[in-house]
């Protein structure tokens, strides 16, 4: 199987299982290799979704997690306390803030946490309802059926349900306190219930070329409607502190293989990757969407967060910082010929 064929194929027609792993292989991995997966996968990317490329923004987190021990790849799992979640009004506010800043879908993040199920969706209802946003939520296999349905009738059009990984013993080694087959059964129920569903792979913390076809031929089975894809970024004080990071090269060839599997689903990229310096290397792999990007609100932290970027318009009301990283997307977008929303 060469290359060049496949990648022929790979503008005409999604890619196969096949093609897909002979791509993630290639070992002499050169300038024109990266030239020619991102040039067709660029191409499918236009096909696809014009020149509009979607910053969400993030509002978060409206409640704490409570998987235990948590995800070693986590901040969590540091042990430093974290700030108070946010409460239903200062949800309003901040979706008011972020509507204002020119964005039109808003991310609400939760931690996993089946005692406070009921709250995201109040959350994600006062979002709904103070502004036009068009409303997600990532919270994780907390949410039930009902929950989803509750969501979907106040206006929610997505959810997530993310694995990181499909191999059960990554799965395992990384979230030891989590649930492969519960996160599975909740991406089945969002769509289901007629719900977009959003699922986040993870490269970089073992999986191998097996793993990430099986993963990405599962979610095209299912109908991933947004398909995140995080690199491994090691947080000092975490059980993976000490592991190798993921690089933007090894995430970005998965953007783009993913482009050509799925074609019509929105693929964003993140963790590792939230640098608006990396976004021209995003869209060229075949990227359309950015979640962490644009306009933030969440509580002061201790360190970290977009207050410390100098290209961000942030300010602290109340306990609450309103981060906007917009204009700096914005004009990286506009030079690349793209339309942000």
Not at 161 to 180: C, H, Q, Y
Not at 204 to 222: N, P, T
Request: glycine content about 8%; hydrophobic content about 40%; overall charge neutral.
């Amino acid at each position: 199987m060469r290359t060049s064929d496949v990648l022929a194929n790979g503008t005409k027609r999604p890619l196969t299982a096949e093609e897909a792993a002979h791509l993630l292989s290639v070992e002499d991995r050169g300038l024109a290799f990266y030239n020619d997966i991102f040039a067709a996968a660029f191409d499918v990317r236009q096909q696809a979704k014009g020149r509009e490329f979607i910053l969400d923004g993030f509002l978060g987190t409206v409640c704490e997690c409570t998987i235990s021990p948590p995800c070693h790849y986590c901040a969590r799992a540091t042990m430093v306390d974290f700030p108070p979640p946010l409460g239903v009004e200062e949800v309003r506010d901040g979706a008011r803030y972020i509507q204002g800043t020119g964005t039109r879908r808003l991310e609400i993040g939760a931690g996993t946490n089946p005692a406070r199920a009921d709250h995201i969706v109040q959350c994600a209802r006062a979002a709904a309802e103070s502004s036009t946003l068009r409303v997600w939520v990532n919270a994780g296999p907390c949410l039930t059926k009902s929950h989803l349905e509750q969501l979907k009738d106040c206006g929610v059009e997505e959810v997530g349900a993310s694995l990181e990984t499909i191999n059960p013993e990554v799965f395992l080694r990384i979230k030891p306190g989590d649930n492969m087959e519960k996160r599975m059964q909740l991406a089945r129920e969002i769509k289901a219930v007629g719900l977009k569903l959003t699922s986040v792979m993870m490269v970089g913390v073992g999986s191998d070329i097996e793993d990430y076809v099986k993963h990405l031929f599962w979610l095209k089975e299912l109908g991933v409607d947004h398909f995140p894809i995080t690199g491994l970024n090691p947080i000092p004080g975490t059980p993976l502190a000490t592991a190798r990071a993921a690089s933007p090269l090894e995430v970005c060839r998965m953007v783009a293989v993913a482009r050509l599997v799925l074609r019509d689903a929105d693929i964003s990229v993140g963790g590792m990757m939230n640098d608006p310096r990396l976004l021209p290397l995003q869209v060229m792999a075949g990227a359309n969407r950015a979640i962490h990007l644009g306009a933030h609100v969440h509580r002061p932290r201790r360190t970290g967060g977009f207050r410390n970027w100098p290209a961000a318009e942030s300010k602290e009301v109340n306990d609450l910082i309103f981060s906007n990283l917009r204009p700096t997307s914005e004009a990286i977008l506009r030079e690349l010929g793209l339309e942000p929303t």
